[in-house]
C-alpha cells in the first residue's frame, strides 16, 4: 500500500497553479514539453519512493480501474 | 574491410586445416565432447572441459579469429574465469584498462564519471581488448595445454553440415577440404554464433526483438591524444538526431559507433568516401586515421527458449543475444560455459544425475533474460523510439549537466556485470543472519586478496568449503564430491564481503564460484544437504 497523497495537500493552489503556468510562459510547445518533463523527473526524484512514484504513475493514468 | 599493407592477425589462419585420424576411421570416432564454433565461447569452454580432463574437439568452419568489428569491452567476471582459466592475465596485460567516461549531449559535455573500481581484486573493472587478440590468447592456451598432452584439439576448416540427437550419443556429417566425414559425440556444445546453424538444423525457436536501427561501427588506427576514457555523445553535431561513442583499444586502434538510423543503404553507408568523411567531422579535419575495418550491424536482443535440447547444449550467441551496449554478448557466453562444464564433468563422471543439466536452462536463461533487459533499456534510452521518449531522453540528459540526481538515469550502456542465480534449485536457503547481500546463495564470490594472493584462485574449480572465524573439518566426502576446506582469515576486504553483521561464516562454493550456501557456523548434515542440493540431487 502507498502513501500517494492524492486529497488537497498544496497550500494556497491558486498562487501554485499561477506559478506553474508563469514558468511555462512565452515558451514554444516544444520548450514547454521539454520543461515539463524536467518537472516531472525532478519531482519525481524528490518523492525517490518506488512504491508512491508507481502510484503516482497509476493515478496519473487515470484508468478506469485504479479509480475505485 | 581493411586497408593495412601487412598481416593482420585476422588475416593468419590460426588453427588451419589438418587431416584428423577420424576421418579414416572404418566406423565414425566417438569424442566425449565436441564444440561446434571456435569463437570466445566454444574456445573457452573447451578449455574448461580439458582442464577437468574431458577430451574436447573444437569444430569451426574457419580457421581463423573472427572477422568484423566485434566486442572490444571485457568486464571482471569474465576476465576471472579467464584466469581460471589460465589466460586471464595475458588480457589484462596487452588490454587497455579505463575508469573515467565522458557524456556528451549535442555541442558540450553534461558530465563525466569514474568508475571508481572497488580495491582488493586480482582482475580490473574492465579492460577494452580487440575481440581478434582474446581469440589469439585463447588459441594460444589451447596449444599450450596441447603440449602438456591435455586431450584437446581444434579442427579449422570443419563445417557441420548436419547434427542428430541419438538420445545417448550425437551424430555429425562434417565437411572439409577434402571431403566428409562423420563423427560422434557423447555431448555436443553448439557455439556456433547468433546465426548458429545447429539451432537451424534442429528447428528450434530464437525470438526476441530487432531494433530497427543501424549502427556503423568502424575500428581506426590514429596517433591521436584523446585520453583512454569512454566518451558518449546523445545527438551530437557531427551526427545530428543520433548517438556517437569512441572508445580505446590496444595499439593506436580506436572503436568508433555511430548510429544511422533505419532507413539506410548499408552497402553505401559502408564505403570508405562515405565513412571517411563522417569520421573527419567526427574527430577533425587535422587527425590522421586509418582504417581498420568497418562493418555495419543491427542489432537485436533475443534467445532460445531452452539451451538444452538432450544431449545437445547450446552457449553464447547461439543461444542468446544481444545488443552490444553494455558489453554483455562474449562476457555472458563466458559465464555460460563456466556454469557449464562442471556440471557435465560430474554427469559424465556419474557423480550427479542427467537432470543437473536443467540448472543450467534454469541459471543462465535467467542470466540472459537480465543481460537482454538491460541491454533492451539501454537500447531504447539510446535511440528512443517515440517523441516522448526522446523528450524525457532529452530531459534526463539536460537535467544531468545541472543535477547529480539526473546522472544515474542516463543509460548509454549498463556494463556488465555477473548474474548471482537468486531461486536457483541449486541454492540452499540464506542462513546467515547479516551476511552480507553480494555473497549470499547463487552470487558469484567477490574477490579479496589473501596474505599471499587471491581468493578465486585459491577456490579454482572444485568444491570449496570455505570458512572464516568457524571450525569445520579440513575434508569432507560428500557422495563422491571431495570438499577440502579453506579457512580465511577476517581481514577488513574478507570481513566486509563475506561476513557483513555475521561474527562467523561457512560458505559451501560451487566449482563455477558460485556461493551454493552459508551458514554461521559448521553443520555437517547441513552441508551434506547442501552438497546434495548443489548437484541435483535433490
Ligand atoms: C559491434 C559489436 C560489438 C560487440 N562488443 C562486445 C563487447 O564489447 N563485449 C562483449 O562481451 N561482447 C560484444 N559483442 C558480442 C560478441 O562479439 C559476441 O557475443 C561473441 O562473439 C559471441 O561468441 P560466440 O563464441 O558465442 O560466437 P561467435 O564468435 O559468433 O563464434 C561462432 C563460431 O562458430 C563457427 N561456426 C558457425 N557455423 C558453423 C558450422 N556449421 N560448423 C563449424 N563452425 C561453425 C563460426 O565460424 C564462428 O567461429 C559485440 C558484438 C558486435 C557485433
Known amino acids: 500500500m502507498s502513501d500517494l497523497i492524492l486529497t488537497p495537500n498544496i497550500p494556497g493552489a491558486d498562487d501554485f497553479y499561477a506559478e506553474l503556468l508563469a514558468t511555462h510562459e512565452g515558451l514554444t510547445k516544444a520548450d514547454s514539453d521539454a520543461l515539463n518533463a524536467r518537472l516531472v523527473l525532478v519531482l519525481a526524484n524528490h518523492i525517490g519512493d518506488r512504491a508512491v512514484l508507481s502510484a503516482a504513475l497509476q493515478a496519473a493514468a487515470l484508468r478506469k480501474e485504479d479509480a475505485a | 574491410m581493411n586497408q593495412m599493407s601487412d598481416k593482420k592477425i585476422f588475416e593468419v589462419p590460426l588453427y588451419a586445416y589438418q587431416r584428423s585420424p577420424d576421418q579414416d576411421a572404418a566406423t565414425p570416432a566417438r569424442r566425449k565432447v565436441v564444440i561446434i564454433g571456435a569463437g570466445p565461447v566454444g574456445l573457452a569452454a573447451a578449455i574448461d572441459f580439458a582442464q577437468q580432463g574431458i577430451e574436447a574437439v573444437v569444430l569451426d568452419d574457419n580457421d581463423k579469429v573472427s572477422f568484423g568489428s566485434r566486442a572490444i569491452c571485457f568486464a571482471k567476471r569474465p576476465l576471472e574465469i579467464l584466469g581460471r ?68 584439439e581444434i579442427r579449422g576448416r570443419n563445417k557441420v553440415l548436419r547434427v542428430a540427437d541419438k538420445g545417448d550419443h550425437v551424430n555429425l556429417l562434417i565437411d572439409t577440404p577434402e571431403g566428409e566425414y562423420p563423427l560422434e ?53 557531427f551526427n545530428k538526431g543520433q548517438s556517437a561513442l569512441l572508445h580505446k583499444q590496444p595499439d593506436g586502434v580506436w572503436r568508433i559507433d555511430l548510429q544511422l538510423g533505419w532507413d539506410i543503404d548499408k552497402e553505401e553507408e559502408k564505403k570508405p568516401e562515405n565513412v571517411i568523411p563522417r569520421l573527419k567531422q567526427m574527430l577533425g579535419d587535422d587527425v590522421k586515421f586509418e582504417l581498420e575495418w568497418v562493418s ?7 534467445r532460445m527458449e531452452k539451451f538444452r535440447h538432450g544431449r545437445v547444449v547450446f552457449a553464447g550467441d547461439a543461444a542468446h543475444q544481444v545488443s552490444p551496449f553494455g558489453a554483455r554478448g562474449a562476457n555472458s557466453g563466458l ?6 562444464a562442471w556440471k557435465l564433468k560430474l ?54 549537466e545541472a543535477y547529480d540526481f539526473a546522472r544515474p538515469l542516463v543509460n548509454s550502456g549498463r556494463l556488465s556485470v555477473p548474474c548471482t542465480y537468486d531461486g536457483s534449485p541449486l541454492n540452499a536457503p540464506d542462513a546467515l543472519a547479516g551476511g552480507p547481500a553480494r555473497t549470499r546463495p547463487g552470487a558469484p564470490c567477490v574477490d579479496a586478496p589473501l596474505g599471499d594472493g587471491f581468493l578465486l584462485k585459491k577456490l579454482g574449480d572444485r568444491f570449496t568449503l570455505l570458512t572464516i ?35 562467523s561464516a561457512v560458505y559451501l562454493i560451487r566449482p563455477d564460484q558460485h556461493v551454493a550456501a552459508r551458514w554461521p557456523s559448521y553443520d555437517e548434515a547441513a552441508m551434506r544437504a547442501a552438497v546434495a542440493r548443489a548437484i541435483g540431487k535433490e
Not at chain 2, 571508481?116 to 589469439?136: C, M, S, T, V, W
Not at chain 2, 555495419?296 to 533475443?302: A, D, G, S
Not at chain 2, 579453506?486 to 574478507?494: G, K, N, Q, S
Request: one cysteine or more; proline letters at 5%.
Open chain 2, 85 to 152: 582459466l589460465g589466460c586471464g592475465h595475458e588480457m589484462v596485460e596487452k588490454g587497455v584498462e579505463w575508469e573515467v567516461g565522458k557524456v556528451f549531449f549535442d555541442d558540450r559535455q553534461v558530465y563525466e564519471f569514474n568508475l571508481l573500481p572497488e580495491k582488493g581484486h586480482e582482475f580490473p573493472a574492465f579492460i577494452n581488448l580487440q575481440q581478434y587478440y582474446f581469440e589469439e590468447y585463447l588459441v594460444n592456451r589451447v596449444r599450450a595445454m596441447q603440449e602438456t598432452g591435455a586431450p584437446i
Open chain 2, 185 to 237: 559425440a557423447d555431448w555436443l556444445i553448439a557455439c556456433d554464433g547468433a546465426g548458429s546453424p545447429t539451432r537451424a538444423m534442429m528447428g528450434l525457436d530464437f525470438v526476441g526483438r530487432v531494433f530497427e536501427d543501424n549502427f556503423l561501427i568502424a575500428d581506426v588506427i590514429m596517433e591521436a591524444d584523446f585520453p583512454t576514457e569512454r566518451w558518449f555523445w546523445f545527438d551530437p553535431p
Open chain 2, 296 to 302: 555495419i550491424y543491427t542489432f537485436q536482443c533475443r
Open chain 2, 335 to 340: 559465464q555460460d560455459t563456466d556454469n557449464l
Open chain 2, 347 to 400: 554427469i559424465m563422471d556419474g557423480t550427479a544425475p542427467e537432470s543437473l543439466l536443467d540448472s543450467y536452462d534454469i541459471e543462465r536463461v535467467h542470466g540472459a533474460d537480465e543481460n537482454i533487459l538491460n541491454s533492451s533499456r539501454s537500447t531504447d534510452f539510446i535511440t528512443p523510439k517515440s517523441e516522448m521518449s526522446r523528450l524525457l531522453r532529452d530531459a534526463v540528459l539536460d537535467l544531468s
Open chain 2, 469 to 503: 572465524g568457524a571450525d569445520a573439518p579440513e575434508a569432507l566426502d560428500v557422495d563422491g564430491i571431495a570438499l577440502d576446506r579453506l579457512a580465511l582469515e577476517p581481514t577488513e576486504a574478507v570481513a566486509a564481503r563475506y561476513l557483513g553483521d555475521a561474527t
